[in-house]
């Protein structure tokens, strides 16, 4: 396995404008998972996907924000016009769920994260 | 609901001194507990893990016990090093592994 990769890893952009981040996971990774993380805070969930299907969504993420994995590998995070507020660390990571295997199988693997800085 | 909470740092200690990070959680049901670590500069590494109560998880000389009793997952090390200076982040997931709930992360340092 490769790990987890982010791209890019570094982003600044200027308040109002669009940003994308992608994430491929560790290969044959089925669940993908994205989460947001500020100074001196822990990551905090946004989203999860089983295969392409996104399954849940956390309040946290307004509709500004929308994330695909159109094929069951990589996924997108889109923010749309951006605000200074969503300057943050987007965290993401992957796991296995085997079909039939026991739910204590799955560990979350992260990726190194994308720092977004919104001026 | 689900939370974690974690003891405030930065937490300093001389070289081979013992290390305790205390955790505690609050959950529905029975969730996993994860310790991970977060070396400057790089992403969060899985450092240990228990799936059940009493497990305890080891890694690299670091324990866990997880206490379903006292609703904690304390982190420990007998002896760390310089090289142990990261931030530690302690972490619950349901049941259903949908996702994870982090505390705040407690920064260690260590000095030789």
């Known amino acids: 396995d490769t790990g987890v990769s982010q791209d890019p890893r570094h982003k600044i952009t200027k308040r109002g404008q669009n940003v994308t981040f992608r994430c491929d996971p560790i290969?044959?990774?089925?669940?993908l998972y994205w989460y947001r993380q500020t100074l001196g805070q822990g990551p905090e969930f946004l989203t999860y996907?089983?295969?392409?299907?996104?399954?849940?969504k956390s309040r946290l993420l307004s509709d500004r924000f929308s994330a695909e994995r159109p094929k069951g590998s990589f996924s997108t995070l889109e923010i749309q016009r951006t605000e200074q507020g969503d300057s943050a660390m987007y965290l993401c990571a992957s796991s296995a769920r085997l079909a039939g295997g026991p739910s204590t199988t799955d560990t979350q693997y992260f990726g190194p994260g994308t720092r977004l800085t919104v001026l | 609901g689900n939370s974690v909470t974690q003891m405030e740092g930065p937490v300093t200690l001389s070289e081979e001194a013992f290390l305790t990070i205390n955790c505690t959680y609050t959950?529905?049901?029975?969730?996993?507990l994860f310790w991970y670590v977060q070396y400057p500069g790089e992403g969060l590494q899985l450092l240990l893990k228990?799936?059940?109560?009493?497990d305890k998880g080891s890694n690299k000389g670091f324990e866990a016990t997880y206490r379903k009793e006292t609703t904690s997952f304390h982190l420990e090390k007998g002896s760390v090093q310089v090289s142990d200076s990261a931030v530690y982040f302690c972490?619950?997931?349901?049941?259903?592994?949908?996702?994870?709930?982090f505390g705040s992360g407690t920064k260690l340092n260590v000095k030789p």
């Open positions: 972490a619950l997931s349901p049941y259903n592994f949908n996702k994870f709930y």
């Open positions: 228990a799936t059940k109560a009493d």
């Open positions: 290969s044959e990774h089925n669940r």
């Open positions: 959950a529905t049901g029975y969730p996993s």
């Open positions: 996907f089983q295969n392409e299907a996104q399954l849940e």
